[in-house]
């Protein structure tokens, strides 16, 4: 839908800047309960507003804000909550890198929202990024290596090559894997504290003047090709203009008949390893993000990555460590991170990565509603780039097909790498 037609659209049906016959500044005024408070009976009456944002991930709450930001009314609805544990956007740390091999708008992507992550914790008061660099340990140069080591160039993003010596003296708590490994060390790395984020996202949403509901939302009537209506488990209805499903695992749960196939969801989960007392090594900042193990934010613990593992599905399975798994984090520790094999696990995050076939976002209008977006597919590497997620999905919404001119990539070739593969795992 192009954005002429949008507003036209959202004119028609919406109603510009309504959120239930509710202006936005009175909307705002109510809206200042915390999110945690949000009732959990009906509304009482059915909302209308400009757009709906499905999902309140990371994916979900920046879109929401974004829109929101360029004037539109919006609801974001979750059927757990921001930033749930059951959701692919929870706990207590994440990884930012920049490092994406031959993937030049990731790259300039996660820069970007390096720099987003800082202006938009100093608007809400919350730190949210943690920049102590992203450390990632190599034993040649590889093609990728080789490619990725010329965009850092070409872009002029800071960047230094370790020897193993200098690396064992620089950050001894955390040595390489063998003496043939350099290190490729950018200080524009570091870790995210999702808690807060999602949390400082969503509250922002709501003080502009945003509608957080919870409930279970499922596609409800149609007219021709277009979506008017999502029914919500309360009974209630949210009509709108245009409809964003940032689903992350669910999509394919919601929209069996084009995401059957299209992502894999499996179990995955970050072990938070305690640290001995006053021992401060492996907390930010004196520790950059190694990929493998994240350094502690707040006294959380340290972040040890265990990788994917089963299919699961996201609303049944227990958030547990296999014996397995736990063997495994003991096994990682005793290897790659000595001083702490024998500290205690203080719990472990699990959720579920939800991969797309091509590791591509997916940001594209379902085949047969031309005001239905679909978006997920973080591929276990989307929560660094929320904040361009969210700015750039927004302007698909309202019918801007951004491009990166610095990667020479126009609105249609980028929009052309996040579309729906036709290609299925089965
Ligand atoms: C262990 C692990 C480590 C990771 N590490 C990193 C990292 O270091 N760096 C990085 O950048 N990324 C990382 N990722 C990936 C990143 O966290 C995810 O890609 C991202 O959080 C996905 O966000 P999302 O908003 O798409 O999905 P989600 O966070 O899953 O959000 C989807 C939301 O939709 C809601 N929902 C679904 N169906 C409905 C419905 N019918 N009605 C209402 N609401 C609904 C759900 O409740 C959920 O809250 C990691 C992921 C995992 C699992």
Not at 82 to 95: D, H, L, M, Q, T
Request: proline letters at 6%; a negative charge.
């Amino acid at each position: 839908m192009d954005r002429r037609r949008f507003v036209k659209t959202v004119g028609a049906s919406a109603g510009t800047l309504a959120l239930g016959g509710t202006s936005v500044l009175s909307a705002a005024a109510e809206d200042v309960e915390s999110l945690a408070l949000q009732p959990a009976q009906p509304m009482g009456s059915d909302v209308t507003v400009d757009v709906a944002v499905i999902g309140a991930g990371v994916m979900g709450n920046w879109t929401a804000l974004h829109l929101r930001e360029m004037g539109l009314s919006v609801a974001l609805v979750d059927q757990y909550g921001v930033g749930n544990s059951k959701s692919s956007s929870p706990g207590e740390i994440r990884g930012m890198r920049l490092t994406y091999g031959e993937d030049e708008h990731e790259m300039l992507w996660a820069r970007d929202a390096c720099e987003q992550w800082k202006l938009r914790g100093a608007e809400f008061g919350t730190q949210m990024f943690y920049q102590c660099g992203g450390l990632s340990f190599r034993r040649e140069w590889t093609a990728r290596n080789t490619v990725e080591r010329a965009l850092f160039d070409k872009h002029q993003v800071p960047y230094e090559v370790i020897r193993y010596d200098e690396l064992v003296r620089r950050w001894p708590q955390a040595p390489p894997p063998s003496e043939e490994h350099f290190g490729f060390y950018h200080p524009w790395g570091g870790v995210l504290s999702p808690r807060d984020a999602n949390m400082a996202v969503a509250t922002s949403f709501k003080k502009k003047g945003g509608k957080f509901l919870l409930g279970k939302a499922a596609p409800g009537a149609r007219a021709g090709g277009s979506l008017q209506t999502v029914t919500l488990s309360s009974g209630e209805t949210v009509s709108a203009g245009a409809f964003v499903f940032a689903l992350g695992a669910w999509l394919p749960k919601v929209f069996p008949e084009v995401m059957t196939g299209k992502l894999s969801v499996r179990k995955a989960a970050y072990n938070m390893i305690g640290t001995p007392p006053g021992d401060h090594r492996f907390a930010v900042p004196n520790l950059p993000n190694t990929g493998l193990g994240l350094p502690s934010i707040n006294g959380a613990g340290f972040g040890l990555l265990i990788n994917p593992t089963d299919e699961v599905d996201p609303d049944e399975y227990e958030r547990l460590p296999s014996a397995d798994e736990t063997a495994r984090a003991r096994r990682t520790l005793a290897t790659r991170f000595p001083a702490l094999k024998d500290q205690p696990i203080l719990h472990v995050w699990t959720c579920q990565t939800e991969n797309s076939v091509d590791g591509q976002c997916i940001f594209d209008l379902h085949p047969e509603m031309d005001n239905v977006w679909l978006v997920g597919g973080g591929s276990w590497h989307a929560f660094k780039i929320g904040p361009v997620i969210g700015d750039y999905v927004a302007h698909r919404v309202i019918g801007e097909e951004q491009g990166i001119p610095e990667a020479n990539l126009s609105g249609p070739e980028l929009a052309a790498l996040f579309k729906l593969k036709a290609e299925t795992f089965a």
